[in-house]
């Protein structure tokens, strides 16, 4: 299973596994979705397990803030991997993706 | 074997690009047809450089060099750009043909080609310090105005949006960016997410972020747009180098629904201050209302993105179409095809063979095996030769070049419309049609069509336009040649042909048969007597080409109005549905798409070769008497065919009516070349020989045998049935 959902601080938090790229991402899409519209108010994203992140995984990480902005809630992503940070380093969306982002040191 | 792949292949590259050059013409630049042109001229020095043909890829170089500085918007094309690149393609023909003939090394025309490397290299010589690359947006850069403001950044800058397709096409945009990465520094990067929709319509495997960059690098221009080679056709890439032009940033502001926003990134990454912004958006207002009603100005701020957003779309769908084409054909060699479809044809004979055999055993369950491999053999027949037919697009797609270089030569205005293109016939007749096809369409712009001021004169709009028609009709294909210029003068042709002893005065003749006159050998050799005189080769030998496919060409024309020229050609030339009928003891087999009725003669009143039917006269012809049958003992009573070629009908008298058949049509040998009532022979299921008929010659036979009867009632006879 590429998500696993449990509870973290009182709300829902989703558990990223494994690749989040073109190939799973439009089941991706549905189930993180949906978890966003049963979350009472906030999600929790969690990113450490993700081992590859492409455009296509991208663009979902910006269409659930959207979307929970749009349903006025909120999405945080925590627990960045490396895999996660470097793609958000490139594309300078640290700032959009609006979460803090533990920089590794010297880089 | 190669060899051909690469001549052919070249042809349609050349087609293309020649299609593409008047796209451009007729339209006005774009980006899609100087890619094309681009595409095809680069493709075919590829392909000659692999086999070493040198002659080719040097003077394919030069074009592309060319094409390629118009593609990087260095150069505009103009009138003269155009006529010139035609000619290069016209050359670069002619080097193909070369090829083909196994003479590669042999310049065709050494100064033609001087003259065309000159006038190429006229183009490449000053070198545009400041360029702006638009791989696929260069109708979106208007911006010709040099307001010679220069920004201070010395960075490069890059404007990527990709296509929605580019991630179903297994293109990631982020390791083209790494990649970028490698070659220089980022120094800002922002992406945009404004194309994202609502999470409903967001399609997750669709791309919706675009980039701008801001990056250093000793690199060049070239390394840079070579790091998005792969992904060029699938996003929109603007390139501006370090101290561009304000006017390119203006460009590039231009193209975004929201100007100021992308102002703002620019200032951002520093590519522009604050106050060269100011600049430019101020800068851009004064053009705007300086050049621009409002009016203007308020369709092109709605209509610029939704401009970008058809270009994506049609390249997105020229990008399936492309797939679909590649699924679609196979290439075939032609004598591999002429193989099956004479093996067809000895199937549908044996098949015959079969079926009579299984009638004379009256075993049923045989007859009845035999009855469906005989449909089966009828598919396999039609199958193999729809295999053959190629839409008539393949003639036509040559006239709009040598319309407008007619036109042009002739000083008169010429507008061509195709219809009809789609339409199929069997490719032997496309090679054999081009040719006379050619002679009248230049028959028509220079005789038909009248001068622009003479159509002024005549009260008609001063441009001429040209038809090419093309539609199935009863088992022809039919082709015309319309011109709306000043139609034939009938008087002039019918004093001509007196004068040429070709009919005697007292002859009345209708209408086409007079314009059928221009078509006689002698005719045509005469100085412009008629206004489709010709150029060296005549009408007639149009005529005698299109007879030889079994073709016939009528003329139909209203002066002052126009001429149209119309072509009947049968549908293949392989194998016909025949009916059989029996003279004697000899079978004949008449095209049965020619068929209309078969009647009882005893039951009708005949004279003099014309049987009264339902009260309209028909002439017909008896078979026994036209090839000096014996009669035979037992009389049957005779039965009349009746058939009909384009708008005219005749009967042939026969002995006895056998039913359909299937023929395969055998060419007759040499001697029997002058037989002009027979168009060929067949072998019958029991091994005989049976003779077609050729119904066109009959009918015309059948209308001109009684010649003692007045001239006048022969042709009144030619009952005209639409």
Redesign the interface.
Known sequence: MPISEQTRDGHPLALLMGGFT?FE??E??DAL?HALHMAPDTLEIDLSGVEEL???G???L??LK??AA?LQKSVHYSRHSPAVLA?ID????AG?LGDPVLMPNGS | MARDALVQESRELLAAMENALLEIEAEGVNAEAVNAIFRAAHTIKGSAGLFAFNLIVSFTHIVESVLDRVRNNELTVDDAMLSLLLNCGDYIGALVDAIEHKRENDEPNIARRTELENALNAYLEPPATTVTVTAAEAEESPVEVETGHRVGSDNWHLSLRFLPDVLRNGLDPIPFLHYLAALGRIVYLHTLTDAMPVAELMDAESCYLGFEIDFQTEADRKTIEGVFEFVRDDAHIRILPPHSKIDEYIGLINTMPDPGRLGEILVAGGALTQHELEQVLSEQQEKAIGQKPIGALLVEHQVVPEAVVTAALSRQKQHEDKKAHEQKFIKVEVSKLDALIDLVGELVIAGAAATVVAQRKKDSTFEEASQTISTLVEHIRDAALTLRMVPIGEVFQRFPRVVRDISRELGKEIELVVTGADTELDKSMVEKLSDPLMHIVRNAMDHGIEATDARVVAGKSPGGTLRLNAYHESGSVVIEVSDDGRGLNRERILSKAIERGLVSPDQILTESEIYRLIFEAGFSTAEQVTNLSGRGVGMDVVKKNIESLRGDVEILSVEGQGTTVRIRLPLTLAIIDGFQVMVSDAVFVIPLEMVIECVDLSSHEARHNIVKLRGEPLPFVRLRELFELPLLQHSERESLVVVQYGQQRAGLVVDRLLGEFQAVIKPLGELFQNTKTLSGSTILGDGRVALILDVAHLIQQASHLPTHLPASKTAGLLSNQK
Request: proline share 0%; glycine share 0%; net charge neutral.
């Open positions: 073109i991402i439009a991706l899409k979705l492409d455009t296509s991208v663009q979902v910006l269409l959207q979307e749009r793609v490139l594309l300078n969306l959009t």
